[in-house]
C-alpha cells in the first residue's frame, strides 16, 4: 500500500527527476535525499552488487548508511535505457563507478542496475533499484537487429 509521504518531500515530476536525485545522492552521500526518492511502500526492494535482497524502507536506509559510512558512492549513469506507461518507469542503467586502484589512482568499475519507478500522489518514486556487478564488456550493449523493414 502506498502512503503518503511528509510535505517536505520534494515532487518529483518525472522518473528522470528522481532517478538524477538518486545519483546526485549516491556522489553526495546524502543519505536523506536519497531516501526522498524511495516510495513509502511496505514491498520496496533494493540488491546491492552480489548482496542479498532488502526489502521494506528501514532495511534499505541501513545498508545506505553503512555504504555513506565509507564516503559518498563516485557512480554516474553512463547509458539508461527506458520503458515507460502513464505509471511505471524501467531504467536499466550502465553505471560507472570510481574506486581506488593500484597506487591509489581511480579506475572504473561497471555496474548494471535497474530501477523501477511508480508515479504516486508526490510524484515519481523509486520501488526497486537492483544492482549486479558489470564489466567493461557491457558498455558494448547486444540489441538484436530487426527483421522487419517498415
Not at 27 to 51: F, I, N, T, Y
Amino acid at each position: 500500500m502506498l502512503r503518503p509521504k511528509p510535505q517536505t518531500a520534494a515532487l518529483l515530476a518525472s522518473p528522470e527527476d528522481t532517478e538524477q536525485q538518486f545519483y546526485e545522492a549516491l556522489q553526495s552521500g546524502d543519505l536523506d535525499r536519497l531516501m526522498e526518492c524511495w516510495a513509502d511502500e511496505d514491498e520496496v526492494s533494493c540488491v546491492h552488487p552480489g548482496g542479498q535482497r532488502l526489502v521494506g524502507l528501514g532495511a534499505i536506509r541501513a545498508a545506505f548508511e553503512a555504504l555513506f559510512a565509507r564516503g559518498p558512492v563516485a557512480v554516474s549513469p553512463e547509458r539508461v535505457r527506458r520503458l515507460h506507461t502513464p505509471d511505471t518507469a524501467i531504467h536499466q542503467v550502465l553505471e560507472r563507478v570510481s574506486v581506488p586502484g593500484a597506487e591509489g589512482a581511480p579506475q572504473s568499475a561497471w555496474v548494471v542496475a535497474t530501477n523501477v519507478y511508480l508515479k504516486t500522489a508526490l510524484g515519481w518514486r523509486l520501488v526497486v533499484h537492483h544492482a549486479s556487478p558489470g564489466t567493461a564488456q557491457d558498455v558494448q550493449e547486444l540489441t538484436a537487429e530487426p527483421t522487419t523493414l517498415h
